[in-house]
């Protein structure tokens, strides 16, 4: 058990078993919570207990294998070695409303997009509540940039780690931890029907962001194999039940690919699939994977494609790029390094 993936209830459950007064359960939360690397940090706690969590509950942080800060906008890119061994990707954004911090959620991912580095390995293993808190607590120690704003668009598809990626929201938004509000938190997913739908249920107050990143069920089909299992028109449906359950404006994510989804017939087809769903449109400019022959749309076809979708009423912005010059682009930099590894085993 790792007691940082402990909410402050359970946690005061363990220390009752401890024979340890309640207000040390409190303490040890707001330590956990403030990223510190030993329980040696927790100055407040008499020594005993602390060689008792030490034993029997370690932290086990993770290790920064690769920083990369960009020169042109001031990202930082982090390569987190787990305490298994795998590796994750965390990076980290600074905007004028704060800094964001975009965490992974899985070890690989299953889902096979063909644009995407994340998942050219597939899925190794989907990380725990603490490892994804993790990523958010040691990327502001290290940092020194207080964190306000969390994306989940990391490696992986965090609704195919459903259970462990509730509770970690759970954590990091509680009072007595991080305490980011979920109005500050995004979500993307691929298009999981099923768990957008248990999604909704819970009316948490983050956004949801729906990787469509295509008009139409056959250049969907070609691009994310997801789409085969939830065809376009379920994905929709299931964005309109969330929309109705949380009154949550959906924002959909749509990667732009040269002569692939980039046309005004594909635009227009666009206009028509949202009919009534409120929503808003994030144009991004494809990272090039070098493993993919996919290319990103000219600067032309990406404001031809936006004027389309602001004129049929749908709010429409192009994502600035940030990080080109250090990999930011998902799943590059464990990529790189783990084809590394393997050239020096060899």
Not at 135 to 164: A, C, K, R, W, Y
Not at 209 to 238: C, F, G, T, W
Not at 266 to 278: F, S, T, V
Not at 285 to 305: D, G, K
Request: charged content about 25%; overall charge positive; some cysteine.
């Amino acid at each position: 058990m790792n007691l940082k993936s402990q909410t402050l209830p359970e946690l005061a459950g363990i220390f009752k078993e401890l024979g340890q007064p309640q207000f040390r359960a409190k303490q040890v939360y707001t330590w956990l919570h403030k990223g510190v690397r030993s329980y040696d940090e927790m100055t407040n706690l008499p020594k005993a207990l602390r060689e008792t969590l030490e034993e029997r509950y370690p932290i086990c942080p993770p290790k920064v294998v690769r920083r990369q800060e960009s020169q042109r906008d001031g990202t930082i890119k982090y390569l987190w070695r787990l305490s298994d061994g795998n590796c994750v990707e965390t990076v980290l954004m600074r905007y004028h409303y704060g800094n964001t911090v975009c965490i992974s959620t899985e070890v690989g991912c299953r889902m096979g997009c063909a644009f995407c580095a994340s998942t050219l390995g597939g899925l190794v293993r989907r990380l725990e509540p603490q490892e994804m808190l993790d990523q958010v607590l040691f990327t502001q120690v290290d940092s020194g940039l207080p964190i306000s704003h969390i994306v989940l668009m990391g490696i992986g598809e965090p609704l195919d780690n459903f259970d462990n990626v509730m509770r970690f929201l759970e954590l990091v938004n509680s009072p007595e931890g991080m305490n980011i509000s979920m109005r500050h938190i995004s979500l993307s997913t691929c298009g999981l029907v099923r768990k957008i739908d248990e999604l909704a249920q819970k009316k948490l107050q983050l956004t949801l962001s729906i990787s469509l990143h295509a008009p139409n069920n056959e250049i969907r089909n070609r691009i994310m194999p997801v789409n085969k299992a939830y065809p376009i028109e379920q994905l929709l449906d299931a964005c309109r039940r969330y929309y109705q359950a949380t009154s949550r404006r959906i924002s959909f994510e749509y990667a732009m690919i040269r002569g692939v989804n980039d046309s005004p017939e594909n635009a227009r087809e666009l206009l028509e699939r949202m009919k009534g769903l409120p929503a808003h449109f994030n144009l991004i400019p494809l990272n090039h994977v070098e493993e993919s022959p996919l290319q990103p749309s000219t600067r032309a076809s990406v404001a031809a494609f936006q004027k389309i979708l602001e004129d049929g009423g749908i709010p429409t912005t192009v994502r600035r790029t940030l990080g080109g010059d250090i990999d930011a682009s998902c799943g590059q930099l464990r990529r790189k390094y783990t084809q590394e590894n393997k050239r020096e085993d060899r």
